[in-house]
């Protein structure tokens, strides 16, 4: 049930109500006190007050937040058993879903399984009548997490274009900056589950306003969110986005000292830049980046799609944060197009292909690609050759296989390749 991001499906189809009080029935059979938060979804506040009741069914003391951002659930929710947070993150507005959170992080695959378990077992601990859980409500939990954040880093008087994608950010982002001493321009700063200003993936194809914006307004920088806020992408002052695996360079370059946690589709200059840093690798999911940042101690983690996770905050990926660490940066070192010039460009393509039976096309699609080159099985298929790499997995998200390519001189051949392969085992 859980992908590599929490649980999500459409709206009354594959989420539906029943199947939400089910889910906190499961997780208040375990968790005798839970914070819950939601995203502005319009399905958001139909699956909360599902979810809820089955808590309070288990006996479990539950405490809203009212809509907050992922990262900010996650950090309020420290001080309780576990934290639901009701969102499908980067998904379009149909979808919804949960993603739960322990000491800050997210569930980890033992405790996932753990719910999942009760879930298909229906093994639900209902509470008696007079140990009925309890409601209540924080208003909070927003001004927390600012405080965190302002406490972390310090004062920046850029121009900063910030694209809330009509999210939960949007309560959030905007005022951060501003306290950093900013001057904010606001894109798309009104919380609509209905998504209307773009898709809520912060990818380039949907950022088109963000960068026009920021040429026009000489903006030092720009800033997208997704739909719940986990996510940061950036757009530098010459209005250019600024691709996945170059921000995580950027990232990492600053934060590692010893070791950080990345996932396997991110580039190879990753490893060119760091040098004896010690770098991990994982399935794609930031929980499992959470996961081996914990591990090994890291000082950093973070994926190509915008989720960045710094450990001295929280093991959660904090795109709020990662939005005011980022002109903090910028305001120090200089102008942002010239410090990104400085990170070599490996040329990386993605794409994805609808499909819903992923563990049958997968085993085809296996076989083709395990005589290429040297395999690596960690998540879906990785193939290294020696022009560049592939990686093809399905999505732990969506119902879809994606694939990445990684080549300094055949990017396109490979990927070509790639999408017959895909195609050719979807069939």
């Known amino acids: 049930m859980f992908g590599s991001s929490g649980i999500r499906g459409v709206a009354n189809t594959e989420i539906t109500p029943q199947f939400a ?32 009741s089955g808590l309070l069914s288990a006996g479990s003391k539950v405490v809203k937040t009212g809509m907050v951002p992922t990262p ?26 949960m993603k739960v959170f322990k ?7 033992k405790e996932q399984k753990e719910i999942e378990e009760i879930l298909r077992t229906e093994k639900f601990s209902y509470a008696s009548w007079e140990k009925t859980g309890s409601l209540s409500q924080t208003d909070n939990a927003l001004e927390c997490h600012c405080e965190v954040i302002l406490k972390n880093t310090r004062r920046a008087g850029l121009r900063v274009v910030a694209d809330c994608g009509n999210g939960a950010a949007s309560v959030i982002t905007p005022y951060v900056l501003r306290k950093m001493g900013c001057e904010v321009i606001m894109l798309n700063s009104q919380p609509d589950g209905t998504f209307p200003g ?11 306003m963000l960068k026009s914006t920021v040429r026009a307004t000489g903006a030092d920088v720009g800033i997208a969110h997704d739909g719940d806020a986990d996510r940061m992408m950036a757009v530098d002052n010459k209005g250019r986005f600024v691709n996945g695996d170059k921000m995580l360079a950027f990232f990492a370059m600053r934060e590692a000292k010893k070791a950080i946690a990345i996932p396997v589709d991110s580039s190879r200059v990753i490893d060119d830049l760091l040098g004896k840093i010690h770098i991990s690798r994982t399935k794609v999911g930031d929980v499992y980046v959470a996961e081996e940042l914990k591990k090994i101690d890291g000082e950093f983690g973070g994926e190509p799609s915008g989720a960045w996770i710094f450990p001295k905050i929280s093991l959660c990926p904090d795109g709020i944060y990662a939005a005011a660490h980022l002109v903090e940066i910028i305001s ?21 292909f609808p499909c819903q039976d992923r563990i049958k096309a997968m085993a085809k699609i296996s076989k083709k690609l395990e005589v290429l080159g040297k395999v690596n099985t960690l998540d879906g298929v990785r193939v290294d050759t020696e022009d560049g790499w592939i990686l093809v997995r399905p999505s732990g998200t969506e119902p879809k296989i994606r694939i990445t390519v990684e080549s300094k001189n055949k990017c396109a051949e490979l990927f070509d390749m790639a999408s017959d392969i895909v195609k050719g085992g979807i069939k």
């Open 21 to 52: 009080l089910d889910f906190g029935l499961a997780v208040g059979s375990i968790y005798p006190e839970v914070m819950i938060g939601r995203d502005p979804r319009v399905s958001g506040q139909m699956i909360e007050s599902a979810v809820v």
């Open 72 to 97: 900010t659930l996650a950090l309020a929710s420290k001080e309780y058993g576990c934290g639901i947070m009701i969102t499908a993150s980067h998904n379009p507005a149909r979808y919804i879903g």
């Open 103 to 109: 000491n800050g992080m997210s569930f980890t695959t």
């Open 198 to 208: 773009r898709e809520p993936e912060p990818v380039e194809e949907n950022l088109s």
């Open 332 to 352: 120090q070192e200089g102008e942002f197009g010239e410090l990104l010039d400085t990170i070599p460009d490996y040329p990386v393509k993605r794409g994805a």
